[in-house]
């Protein structure tokens, strides 16, 4: 059974600051690997998306990474920005619908 | 020209009612979803349809059976409400094939309290 698992589950960085969060899964035998964003009271926006086949995504200040092997993703944030401050979800899909780690709470200072 | 919309954002409802929860995507996708959030904001998986059939239907209560009246809706109904069905519901979309599921997209939720 699939788990996946956020670290840290919070973070707190003073503007400007690039930041890693990780996101690891049991099973390697995923199909594609989803990176949302959630704000508070807010649904879930699509960040990035990696399929299986595939190292790395990028979209502007985001980079995603994907390492199946070793059961490992990080989202690269360049220059963190207050407007970044959310919920990071981090969610593997496979032959069943995501499976979604807890998250990393993020709160960018000013 | 919301891709995935859900109806209604709040619900407020005494236990033992009865309720719905309605959810429209415009995408062209043939695969739809149900998630819950939990109070600790865990999302989980519940249902899952592909061209108006079931495929998966995870630890559900029987009490929570969704309908798919054709491939852009998704409703979920919910029998006996329960203190523990409170949660947000996120309805999702998502194009099917062959290897796997592709890249999903969620509604804003329905933020359901139970009294």
């Known amino acids: 059974k699939q788990e996946v698992t956020q670290i840290p589950a919070a973070l707190s960085v003073p503007e400007g600051e690039n930041l890693v969060l990780n996101c690891s899964f049991t099973?390697?035998?995923?199909?594609?690997l989803q990176w949302f964003r959630q704000d508070p009271g807010k649904g879930l926006t699509s960040l990035l998306l990696?399929?299986?086949?595939?190292r790395e995504q990028t979209s502007g200040r985001l980079n995603a990474s994907l390492d199946k092997s070793s059961g490992r993703s990080t989202l690269y944030i360049a220059a963190s920005q207050p407007g970044d401050s959310a919920t990071y979800l981090c969610?593997?899909?496979?032959?069943?619908?995501?499976?979604f780690g807890k998250g990393t709470r993020l709160s960018v200072i000013a | 020209d919301t891709a995935v919309s859900q109806t209604p954002k709040y619900l407020v409802t005494q236990m033992g009612n009865d309720k719905s929860i309605k959810c429209e995507q415009n995408l062209g996708h043939d695969t739809m979803y149900w998630y819950k959030q939990d109070s600790k904001k865990f999302l989980k998986i519940m249902f899952s349809?592909?061209?108006?059939?079931?495929?998966i239907n995870e630890t559900v209560p029987n009490r929570f059976s969704p309908k798919s009246p054709d491939k852009a809706h998704l409703n979920l109904h919910i029998n006996s409400l329960e203190l523990g069905d409170s949660a947000v519901y996120f309805c999702?979309?998502?194009?099917?094939?062959?290897?796997?599921?592709?890249?999903?997209?969620f509604g804003p939720g329905t933020r359901l309290t139970v009294l």
């Open positions: 969610a593997v899909g496979g032959n069943t619908p995501l499976v």
């Open positions: 349809y592909n061209n108006k059939e079931l495929i």
């Open positions: 990696i399929q299986s086949s595939q």
């Open positions: 099973d390697s035998a995923i199909y594609n």
């Open positions: 999702a979309s998502s194009r099917s094939t062959s290897g796997g599921y592709n890249e999903q997209f």
